[in-house]
Nanobody, 121 residues
Framework: QVQLVESGGGLVQAGVSLRLSCAAS????????MAWSRQVPGNERELVAT???????NYADSVKGQFTISRDGTNNAMYLQINSLKPEDTAVYYC???????????????WGQGTQVTVSS
């Protein structure tokens, strides 16, 4: 299995920047794509950014130019750089990793527990 732990969230003033981290452990060598999503209570979880093994990235239209996703070369960490935070960015941010599980001969999606980002105006 893959274990994911997010960190870096907090209560911040609008306009500042944060870098969220997603630490991966376990069967990290089989990780393929990774991503960040966010969720406001009562709303659906929103996918905000993805990154493939080769480094290809995709962003939701709402965060293009503001968020930057990256990952290290060993699959043990992924990051989300958030610039110019806005109150509407307030959410719980989750990371996930898509990983091939050889024992089951299939891909699984693993989720972290989330980190709270609260932006005050």
């Amino acid at each position: 299995q893959v274990q994911l732990v997010e960190s870096g969230g907090g209560l911040v003033q609008a306009g500042v920047s944060l870098r969220l981290s997603c630490a991966a452990s376990g069967s990290i060598f089989s990780i393929k794509g990774m991503a960040w999503s966010r969720q406001v209570p009562g709303n659906e979880r929103e996918l905000v950014a993805t990154i493939a093994s080769v480094g290809t990235t995709n962003y939701a239209d709402s965060v293009k130019g503001q968020f930057t996703i990256s990952r290290d070369g060993t699959n043990n960490a992924m990051y989300l750089q958030i610039n110019s935070l806005k109150p509407e960015d307030t959410a719980v941010y989750y990371c996930y990793a898509d990983s091939f599980v050889a024992e089951a001969s299939r891909d699984y999606r693993y989720w972290g527990q989330g980190t709270q980002v609260t932006v005050s105006s």
